[in-house]
């Protein structure tokens, strides 16, 4: 074995095996998303592996069943080892475990399913909110950079720190006096949140899922400027952020979505952002957008974003002279689905995308600036959508495998009561 050699065999090694790596999924990852399940697997080291799958966000009752078949997918694509770890709301004792907690020792990558993120606060926190000694084991094994943390819907939205989202619409999120630290039924779509935050493995801002398709881009930036935070990140679903060496002073975020679906993550910026007032309505301004697809990487130390080089910028070269006619439904409510759909509002839309719509057709255009409108009235908002040369604002398209592929840095939105 030459010097060269072993040298990139170590570099490569330190790379997907010693760092603090993460796998954050924004929900409904699909059993064929391949692309998705391999990372994690190589992250966690590959045919060294032992994944250790946690469905304590499911309703106990599926708990079991659910770890079933996300055991079954490790194996399918190639993970050594992978065993079920069984804490969930009727077995929450095994967070103390020393049988559990030994074979949580042991693994290199632990997997959150989706479900409710508060019940994976019941399953791994103690009454005090100490943690408990599964959740501890899980944290060393990932501070020493033994063991990856992956995680989907529920289990990447409780990665983050302070403030955790729990639940709400944006419509509701812009018109409520300000987010409620605790779920009220008269009130159900109201923006909720966790004051505690989650288990704070994702160190970069909030997290939210099922980004683009639940049109949730109204109540994280409420939300993230109530909390005094300065980005957060919405990913879409069945595609993955991925931050390699998160713990370190210069960590690597790339975006991975499967090669028959155009998603992405959106990073929201709200350093230059402010709120205002206006007839005792919340409003905001300046915050900065930036939409990332597959191959796009972002830097958060330096907020530097790197396009995917089979991407050009879109600038002179937009197809359509004007942007798309402004959207009547710029967060995709669920409440304008129709009466049959009522029973699964909460899970379908009517009108999806639409702010990412509007978005990426804005860069394909001659237009500066567009808008779209709420849903819901009474009040109105209106969010407007603007190519800034203050924030450098910048449009990328490219083709892959026949898939048109957008990308957006430094987009300004503004978030104003429409009287």
């Known amino acids: 074995m030459n010097l060269f050699f072993l040298l990139f065999l170590i570099l490569f090694l330190v790379q997907t095996i010693a760092c603090s790596n993460l796998v954050l999924v924004g929900g409904h990852l699909a059993d064929d998303n391949e692309v998705v399940y391999k990372r994690i697997i190589s992250l966690a080291g590959g045919e060294n592996s032992y994944i250790g799958v946690i469905t304590a966000a499911s309703a106990p009752e599926y708990a079991k069943e659910n770890g079933e078949y996300y055991k079954k997918l490790f194996e399918k694509y190639g993970a050594n080892k992978v065993d079920?770890?069984?804490?969930?709301?009727?077995?929450?004792?095994?967070?103390?475990?020393?049988?559990?907690?030994?074979?949580?020792?042991?693994?290199?990558?632990?997997?959150?399913?989706?479900?409710?993120?508060?019940?994976?606060?019941?399953?791994?926190?103690?009454?005090?909110?100490?943690?408990?000694?599964?959740?501890?084991?899980?944290?060393?094994?990932?501070?020493?950079?033994?063991?990856?943390?992956?995680?989907?819907?529920?289990?990447?939205?409780?990665q983050q720190g302070i403030p955790m989202v729990t639940g709400g619409e944006s419509w509701d999120a812009c018109e409520q006096t300000k987010p409620y630290p605790k779920y009220d039924p008269d009130y159900p779509d109201y923006l909720t949140y966790n004051p505690d935050g989650g288990f704070n493995f994702f160190k970069h801002g909030s997290l939210d899922t099922h980004f683009s398709q639940r049109g949730r881009q109204g109540r994280m930036i409420r939300l993230t400027s109530y909390g005094k935070i300065?980005?957060?990140?919405?990913?879409?679903?069945?595609?993955?952020?991925?931050?390699?060496?998160?713990?370190?002073?210069?960590?690597?975020?790339?975006?991975?979505?499967?090669?028959?679906?155009?998603?992405?993550?959106?990073?929201?910026?709200?350093?230059?952002?402010?709120?205002?007032?206006?007839?005792?309505?919340?409003?905001?301004?300046?915050?900065?957008?930036?939409?990332?697809?597959?191959?796009?990487?972002?830097?958060?130390?330096?907020?530097?974003?790197?396009?995917?080089?089979?991407?050009?910028?879109?600038?002179?070269?937009?197809?359509?002279?004007?942007?798309?006619?402004?959207?009547?439904?710029?967060?995709?409510?669920?409440?304008?689905?129709?009466?049959?759909?009522?029973?699964?509002?909460?899970?379908?839309?009517?009108?999806?995308?639409?702010?990412?719509?509007?978005?990426?057709?804005?860069?394909?255009?001659?237009?500066?600036?567009?808008?779209?409108?709420?849903?819901?009235?009474?009040?109105?908002?209106?969010?407007?959508?603007?190519?800034?040369?203050?924030?450098?604002?910048?449009g990328f398209q490219g083709y892959k495998k026949n898939l048109n592929y957008y990308s957006i840095r430094n987009m300004k939105i503004d978030i104003k009561y429409d009287d």
């Open 230 to 394: 300065q980005h957060y990140y919405g990913i879409d679903e069945n595609t993955a952020l991925v931050v390699l060496d998160s713990l370190s002073n210069n960590p690597t975020m790339e975006i991975i979505s499967p090669p028959d679906e155009v998603s992405g993550v959106w990073v929201m910026d709200l350093s230059q952002s402010s709120e205002y007032t206006k007839n005792d309505y919340w409003n905001i301004k300046d915050v900065k957008a930036s939409f990332l697809t597959e191959g796009d990487k972002y830097y958060p130390s330096t907020g530097k974003y790197v396009i995917a080089n089979w991407k050009t910028s879109l600038n002179g070269r937009e197809i359509y002279p004007s942007p798309m006619t402004p959207t009547d439904d710029v967060f995709s409510s669920p409440d304008a689905n129709s009466r049959q759909n009522k029973r699964l509002k909460s899970l379908t839309r009517t009108n999806p995308n639409k702010f990412t719509k509007v978005s990426t057709d804005l860069f394909d255009s001659k237009g500066d600036n567009t808008y779209g409108i709420t849903y819901e009235n009474d009040p109105t908002y209106k969010v407007f959508f603007e190519k800034s040369a203050t924030f450098n604002s910048e």
């Open 84 to 158: 079920w770890i069984p804490i969930d709301l009727n077995h929450t004792s095994n967070n103390d475990n020393p049988d559990v907690v030994s074979m949580i020792n042991k693994m290199t990558g632990f997997f959150f399913g989706g479900g409710d993120q508060e019940r994976l606060i019941t399953c791994f926190y103690l009454k005090n909110r100490a943690q408990s000694l599964a959740l501890k084991t899980i944290q060393r094994r990932y501070s020493n950079y033994d063991a990856v943390i992956a995680g989907s819907s529920a289990g990447t939205t409780i």
